[in-house]
Every structure is written in C-alpha cells, then in structure tokens.
C-alpha cells in the first residue's frame, strides 16, 4: 500500500516539470553561484579596485606604488579608462575624489608631496612618518580596511632595500659594538613610533604603531546614519518587485484559461491594449511597492526619503516599468501557472543574487559583478545607489534609465509577439 | 446519408425587415483546420433578421470553432463572414455581434455589477450609457438582488446567466451563444429559455448552438445539423423531420434478452438499435402488427412496442448513422 502511494507521488512530480525544475535545478544554480561569488575558483576571487594617486613622483613613492600594483588582491588605477582610444591623464586627488563619488572604485590612495622621502628617511622615533590619504566610499567597509593593511604591508615590501639600510644604521645606534648575541635580544618594534598623527578631519585616528600614517577620509556616505538601507531597500524591493509582476502577470494566464481573455479580444480591446493595460496595472502595482518599501526605511531607518524624492521618481518609475515587462514576458512564454511558477521562481532568485539583491555586488568578483549587469536588478540598485547614497543628480541616471527603459521595451514586445498565441488560432 | 435542405434565403425577406438590406449575419465557404483536423469543412449559412438559428451536432462537430470563427477568435483558412454586410473583423461587425462563450468567461473576483461594467467598458460604452446598460442586463438576468455579491460565490446557474449578460451589455443586434445551458440544473435552464425568449421578442438575431435537440426544437425557427464541420441539413424542425422520414413515423421496440439473434433481425428489417432499443420506421401503425408477428415467428420475444414521432434525434441518426450524443 505504501509502495502504491510512493508510485504515485513519483508519477505525479515526474509529470510535473516545475516541481522537478525547483527541485533539483534550481539548488544547483545557487549552489554555483555562490560557489563562483564566495570561493572556488582562484580566477574569480575578488580583488578591489583602488585608485591610486602619486602626487610625490619620486623614485620611493613610484616604488612603493610598484609594490601595491603587485598586489594580488588589487586592481591599481593609476588613470582612468581610455576614452575612444584616448589615454587619459592620471588621477589627481580631485578627479579621483570624483571617481570615488561617482562609484569607480571604493577606494583611492594620495600619497602626498615627500612622502617617499620620508618613507625612505624611515625615521619612525622623530614621529616623521610618511602620511596617505584614503579617499573612501563608507559603503565598501572591507575595502577601505583592506586597502589600510595593504599600505602598511607594502611600505615594507616595497622599500625592503630602504628597510634595510635604515635597520643598520638603528641597529648601530643600539649596538655599537655589532654583538651578534645582543642584536638577537634587540626588540625593534620599540624603533617604530609611539605617539600619533594628527587626525584625519572625517576618518579615524591613524594608528600609533603603522608605518604610515593613513587618514580616511569619507568621501561618500559620510552623512548617512545607516550606510546600507537604501541599498537594501532597493535591492529587495527589486527582488520583491520581480516575484509580485510575474504573478499579476500571470492573472494573463489565468483569463487565457477560463476564456475571460477572448471574450475581451471579442470586444474594442485589441490584444495591444489589452498588454499596455496588464503593463499599466503591474507597474503602477510595483511603483507602490517601492514607494511603500523606502517609506518604511524613511519612517524606521531614517532614510533621506524626501530629499531624495525626484531621484527616487524616476529610479522608481523605471524600475517598476522594467520589472512589469518583465513579468509579462515570463508569463507569455508559459503555458500554464506551474510553468511560471517555477519559471519565475528560477529566474528572478538567479537574477537577484547575480545582481546584486542578496548581496554587493562589490563583494563579488569581477567577472560576477560585470555578468550582473545582464539583470535588471543591478541597474536598478546603481541608480537607487547614486540617488541615495552617493547624492548624485538626477541628470546622472541617464545609464540606469535608458538601460531599464530600453530592457522594458524588450521584454514587451517579446511579450507581446508570445502573446500572439493567445490571439488567434 | 447526407442530405442539404436549402432553407428560405433572408434576400426574400421583405427589405423592411432587414437591416440596410444586408442578412445579420453570412458565412460563405468558411475553412478551418487544425493540423490535419478539417474543423470547419465549407460552411456556408445565413441568418435572418430576428431568426433564432439553432446549430445542432455532438460534441466536436465544429459548433463552437464556428462560432469562435464568427467572433475573430479563430482565423479561418478560407471563406468570409459579413456581419450586416460588414467585415466580422471591422469595429462596425464586432459591436453589432454580441458572444455568449462556452466558458463561464468572467472575472471571478468581482461582483456580477462590476463584471457587467468591465465588459461595457471593453466595448466602448460608458458614463449613463454604461450604467443603463449594467441595469438592463441585471434585471435581464434577474440577478438585480444579487449584483454586489463576488461572481465566484454565486450559484452555477446565476453564473451562467451572468455570463450571458456580460455577452449582450452591450446591445448588440446579433447574439451568439455556444450551449449557454451546459452543465446547468433544469430549473436554471428554464430561466435561460424564458431569458432567450425575451431576447427573441424584441427581435434579436440569435445563432444557438447546442447538442440538446430539445433545446434546438424549443427555441430556434430553423435548425442547421452539423457533423463533421458540415451542415448536412438545414430547414425548420417540420421540414427536416420531414425531409428525413416523409410521413413516416418510428416505431421502438424492447425484447426480452438482446443478443446477436436479435440485433441480426432487426437489422435485416431495416431498423437499429439505440440504447437496446430497436427503432424501426414504418408508414402506418398496421406495420406494427407485422414486425411484432414476425419476431414472434423468428422465436424473439418483444415485450414493449411504442410508435412515436420523429425527432431532431431520429434525423440526426437517419442522416449520419450515429446518434447525436455520440
């Protein structure tokens, strides 16, 4: 009897695709795909972009600056990209402060005028340490903190002839005489300074015991009260967004199948009106969504909701636009509600931990961060990021827009010719 | 046996009759396939103004492509349909066609009034117009008492009804209905026939389509038999019977134990067997008295004989061996 059941219940799943779709592709594309963000391949391990701007130019700085390009967990910009073939000039500390802002990178580093002198004075006890500056975006908190060691590390890699050179001649001071036996009980750490820096305007207080003297300065977020909640509010809304427009969109297969749809197709509504009017309905659905999802960050997460308000607009109004159409795709290329439930179920979760919904896509490697711009999800957070967290102006979202809009575009008329089924026989 | 009665043409309907002297509604040559399936095979029909065409056959017949044909919901391969005169695919066709689906084809989640607003709007009507329109269809339907409760909770029947308001919101001159009584209790189907009947009243033109006989006898002037996406006869109940049987009735006879003996003998006198029934023809009531003697002789013993009338039924099975249930 118990055997009878078992064969039933497997006929029934091997019968129904979705819930063999859910159940075994779906765990093994999230296993891959956090296999390839959070480890595995030597290939795909993320490495943070720093900019790096040498105002000191000399053969000690160029040296050190040698030294972090070495580096393997960083990419080392010391210009930007090549307009049309146009090499550009190297970052000053303005144009990278704007790199910064304008999200580029999560970090730059300036090392100023004599800072390989000093480096290579190394002369720690005289509190004449060589000073950085750390130009960072507050939402990449592993970036900044790695990019501090990383100085402190390459001062020494760097310059180790330097390092040497300096060791003696302390190591004479301390041991005139050159006794091997003495030399190994010298504790040179007491060579490094003791007391502090003056500190940075904006960041924390370099620390007493580092080679150089690093101040931080927020160049992004400084002002916000919690960094992460629009990006939150955006990247969930987003995830949200997808799951809510594929199933009203699916009411499209729901009126296909009780006949509803071809008695309105009877009527004046042409089978355009009637897709404009589903596009309509859904994205002024998901715009509530949004508008309901940062309210709630504005009213318990302090969000700038509404200083905000006309970034967020048309972030807001493109994104649901977007998304709807989206939905609409996935519903006009199912056959039944099963297939758009495990359908959608599988897109929209790949699509939003590809993209960056579940996590920054900052945090990602590269090669992840740049297949993340296939979704709409990424260019949705990008452009609630510059609106929220980097203060840009409006007139900075064209990419997002025109990106979303045009995806929008897409997936309509991709809808639309699927629909086409539905519209004569 | 195939037989095409050519029914009374709407040209000789007097022209004050018709609507800007073209019929409600012409098919000619229509086609329809699906893959190797031949739907609809050549159909050609006309209806007149304020007919009541039935359009009778089993199920798969081609009843409802044809009518889906009608409405643009199906394209056909060939043939036109003109809608008093006008193209069926034109904005003029579609708001002179009203079509009352199969399928209870409504919105669920709203209430009958809400529905009944939402078809009136797809198809052009609003402000007053819309809501007088709403009105009528509610006390048409009868359901003015139940019009704010969700379509989901009414009654099957209440559905149907509701269903055949959506189709008419919008006064159209030409109404389709595809078996509007399927699956429905006999007490509703009666509201329905009361409901038509109103309809036929005020001069609508009505193209049924249905597998009941009775219904087709009950409410069309003329009845157009379709098998196999053919009209295989056309006429008014009378002429079909008619044409089929001449004067000639059917006599049904029951015998004790139906085996091959039996089923030979009634075959080898012409008749055949529905539902363990033997149906004969016969010209008067004396040839009554012969078939029972004679499966007397041939050792058979029938223990009921009735002589009856007719019908749709027995035309259906005259014209194409089967029954129309079938």
Redesign the interface.
């Known amino acids: 009897m118990i055997a009878a059941i078992v064969r039933t219940s497997l006929i029934g799943l091997r019968r129904d695709r979705g819930a063999l779709v859910l159940s075994f592709v779906l765990p093994l594309a999230f296993f891959t795909i956090f296999a390839l963000v959070f480890g595995g391949r030597r290939d795909l391990t993320p490495k943070v972009k720093v900019l790096v701007v040498d105002e000191d130019q000399s053969r000690v700085s160029r040296q050190f600056v040698q030294g972090l390009k070495q580096e393997g967990s960083l990419v080392v910009k010391m210009r930007p990209d090549p307009v049309n073939g146009q090499e550009q000039s190297e970052y000053t500390a303005r144009s990278a402060e704007r790199a910064i802002r304008d999200g580029s990178a999560p970090v730059a580093v300036v090392l100023p005028g004599a800072f390989g002198e000093k480096l290579a004075r190394f002369d720690p006890k005289n509190d004449d340490r060589p000073d950085a500056r750390l130009l960072e975006d507050s939402s990449d908190v592993v970036a900044s903190l790695m990019i501090a060691g990383l100085l402190q590390k390459v001062a020494i890699t760097s310059t180790i002839n330097l390092m040497s050179e300096r060791g003696s001649a302390c190591f004479g001071r301390v041991v005139p005489d050159g006794q091997s036996k003495q030399a190994e009980r010298i504790n040179v750490s007491h060579m490094l300074p003791q007391d502090g820096v003056a500190e940075s305007a904006a960041g924390p207080a370099p620390k007493k015991d580092e080679i150089i003297a690093v101040a931080a300065t927020k160049v992004v977020g400084d002002k916000k009260s919690n960094p992460m909640i629009s990006f939150y509010a955006a990247g969930i809304g987003v995830l949200f967004l997808l799951f809510t427009a594929s199933g009203a969109a699916g009411v499209l297969l729901d009126e296909a199948d009780?006949?509803?749809l071809?008695?309105?197709?009877?009527?004046?509504?042409t089978m355009t009106k009637f897709m404009l009017g589903k596009l309509a309905f859904s994205s002024v659905f998901a715009f509530a969504q949004l508008v309901l999802m940062f309210l709630w960050g504005w009213a318990v997460f302090r969000l700038d909701f509404w200083a905000h308000l006309p970034g967020f607009t048309v972030m807001g109004l493109c994104t649901a636009v977007a998304v709807a159409a989206f939905g609409l795709m996935l519903a006009s290329v199912c056959r039944t509600r099963a297939q758009l439930a495990a359908l959608s179920t599988l897109v929209i979760l790949v699509m939003s931990s590809v993209g960056g919904s579940m996590f920054p896509r900052f945090l990602m490697p590269e090669s992840m961060q740049k297949l993340g711009l296939v979704t709409i999800n990424a260019w949705a957070i990008d452009g609630f990021t510059k609106v929220f967290w980097r203060d840009e102006p409006t007139s900075h979202l064209v990419p997002q827009v025109l990106v979303l809009v045009g995806a929008a575009i897409v997936f309509f008329a991709i809808a639309r010719r699927m629909a086409r089924r539905w519209e004569?026989? | 046996m195939v037989q095409q009665l050519q029914p009374e043409s709407c040209a000789s309907v007097p022209a004050s009759v018709t609507h800007n002297s073209f019929p409600p509604l012409r098919i000619e040559g229509l086609v329809k396939h699906f893959g190797a399936a031949r739907a609809v095979d050549g159909i050609t029909l006309e209806l007149c103004d304020g007919e009541c065409l039935g359009l009778l056959g089993p199920n798969g017949a081609g009843k409802t492509t044809l009518i889906r044909s009608i409405v643009g919901r199906v394209i056909a391969d060939a043939g036109t349909v003109t809608v008093f005169g006008a193209p069926a695919d034109s904005k003029e066709a579609r708001s002179a066609l009203g079509w009352i689906p199969q399928e209870l084809a409504l919105y669920p989640k709203l209430s009958g009034r809400e529905n009944l607003q939402a078809f009136g709007r797809y198809n052009g009507l609003k402000g007053a117009a819309l809501e007088r329109a709403v009105e009528r269809c509610l006390a048409w339907t009868n359901l003015g008492d139940r019009s704010e409760e969700l379509t989901e909770n009414l009654s099957g029947g209440m559905k149907r009804r509701l269903n055949m308001g959506a189709g008419l919101i919008h006064q159209p001159k030409v109404v389709l209905m595809d078996e509007p009584t399927v699956g429905i209790d006999p007490q509703s189907r009666i509201h329905i026939f009361e409901m038509i009947a109103k309809l036929r009243d005020e001069g609508m033109s009505i193209i049924y389509t249905t597998h009941y006989m009775e219904e087709a006898e009950r409410l069309c002037d003329r009845i157009a038999i379709v098998d196999h996406g053919k009209i295989i006869a056309q006429g008014s109940h009378p002429q079909l019977v008619n044409a089929a049987f001449g004067s000639r009735s059917e006599v049904l006879a029951r015998f004790a134990g139906i085996n091959g003996r039996v089923l030979t003998w009634v075959k080898e006198r012409g008749g055949g067997m529905v539902d363990g029934v033997a149906q004969f023809q016969v010209d008067g009531p004396n040839e009554i008295v012969n078939l029972f003697e004679a499966s007397a002789r041939s050792g058979l013993q029938m223990v009921d004989v009735s002589l009856r009338k007719p019908n749709l039924e027995s035309v259906f099975l005259q014209l194409t061996g089967r029954e129309l249930r079938d």
């Not at chain 1, 071809?262 to 509504?269: G, T």
């Open positions: 009780s006949g509803t071809d008695r309105v197709l009877s009527s004046h509504v004569f026989a």
